[in-house]
């Protein structure tokens, strides 16, 4: 009897904290090259299981030229640098569970993702780029990779994200049940999935989830705010959460994505009348990020989803784990269940991993793997390029 697919999925996320390598098995799903897609499988949700996760973070040395990248403060040659040196990284992940995979996917490490023009920052085409070179994967561990996956839907009209939502359905949509599946990321986004339906699927990026947090603890030497202790401390400066709640992206209806290159200290702070921002004490700047992110959240709950009808909000990423971020969402959402992966059954580690290791099946099959209406693309596309692998494994 021939065994369900395995693909290892790898993805580093707008948190830049490092590498997630989830090997999952698809029960119910063709083997790898088989012709025609099928319905999603029937049985329980999530519709995977995990065989092998390892979290590697980055190290210092990679993480900081990373952020760098992030905020188009590196040079071309840097930037090329970076790119084979994720790869490197990349593969070293991909290497403890590669033996047992059929199939890698690889996301890479966004460094820029302009799906709209902005002529008053010098952008004037779309674009994103993803670093970390494939051939690296593929020559390391033998196996094919898909990478590189946003390109194909931005071409084709789409803002290239949120993509997660098709593998979303895959994975946690359930007949009946009116669910959000919430990602608390560097950036905030979500997929609502209203049942089995593709068709109802509505998913977008809400605005910034960790990366003001993360940068106001940057200053202090941490990654991040640990339990959200240093804004737990810190009093909340209503003004200028006020002011950031009148960015013009959050009142942009869906399709929308966005990333740090908008979502930052250095932007928000040169607003007209922020000035005093560097005044703040760096408790009270936590406190008053952690807040606005909490905020712009729930007003894009109340403005685009809950008049659809919503039963639960079911969060991953690493603000899940943060008790006053998710305490200020549980009081702006009430009385909508909002809980943890972790408190639903769940496992949020291996999330977005595996996302991009059901994509990645998908593309290798050449079976479409978007929902356009999700990305405002023109129509659905085979998203992810194919490095192949050495002819013997090395």
């Known amino acids: 009897m021939t065994r369900a697919p395995r693909v290892l999925g790898l993805m580093s996320g707008t948190s830049v ?58 040079s071309v040659s840097d930037l090329a640098q970076l790119h084979f040196r994720v790869g490197e990284a990349l593969a070293d992940a991909a290497s403890v569970f590669s033996a047992d995979a059929d199939l890698i996917a690889s996301h890479g490490q966004t460094v820029f993702h302009l799906p709209r023009p902005d002529p008053a920052q010098g952008w004037h085409t779309p674009a994103t780029l ?16 898909i990478s590189d996956f946003r390109p194909a839907d931005l071409v084709a009209g789409g803002q290239a994200a949120p993509l997660v939502p098709f593998a979303d359905r895959v994975m946690y949509a359930e007949e009946g049940v009116r669910r959000a599946v919430h990602n608390l990321g560097g950036i905030s986004n979500l997929s609502y999935l209203p049942g089995l339906s593709a ?39 209503e003004a200028l959460v006020t002011a950031w709640m009148n960015d013009p992206y959050l009142r942009l209806p869906p399709p929308k994505s966005s990333g740090r290159e908008y979502w930052n200290l250095t932007r928000l702070g040169g607003t007209q009348a922020l000035h005093g921002l560097q005044d703040l004490s760096l408790p009270d700047l936590a406190a008053t990020v952690t807040a606005f992110s909490a905020r712009s959240v729930v007003d894009a709950y109340q403005r685009f989803v809950l008049p659809l009808g919503l039963d639960e909000v079911v969060v991953a990423g690493g603000g899940a784990y943060n008790p006053l971020l998710m305490a200020q969402l549980r009081a702006g959402l009430a009385p909508i269940p909002v809980m943890t992966f972790e408190e639903r059954g769940w496992n949020s580690a291996v999330r977005e991993a595996a996302v991009f290791a059901v994509l990645g099946y998908h593309a ?11 990305t405002g693309a023109r129509h659905a596309v085979i998203a992810g390029k194919l490095s192949r692998p050495p002819l013997e494994p090395q």
């Open 199 to 237: 068709q109802g699927v509505l998913a977008f990026d809400s605005g910034p989830g960790n990366a003001l947090i993360d940068e106001v603890a940057e200053r202090l030497g941490r990654r991040f705010d640990d339990g959200g202790r240093l804004a737990a401390g810190g009093r909340v400066h």
């Open 130 to 145: 993803q670093i970390g070179e494939a051939a690296f994967i593929a020559e390391r561990c033998g196996k094919p990779v």
């Open 364 to 374: 290798y099959q050449g079976w479409p793997n978007t929902l356009p209406h999700t």
């Open 17 to 74: 904290d490092g590498i997630d390598a989830a090997l999952i098995e698809l029960p119910g799903w063709p083997a790898l090259g088989s012709r025609t897609p099928p319905p999603i499988p029937a049985g329980p949700v999530p519709r995977f299981a995990v065989l092998g996760h390892r979290f590697t973070p980055f190290a210092d040395d990679l993480r900081s030229p990373l952020l760098a990248a992030g905020r188009n403060q590196v």
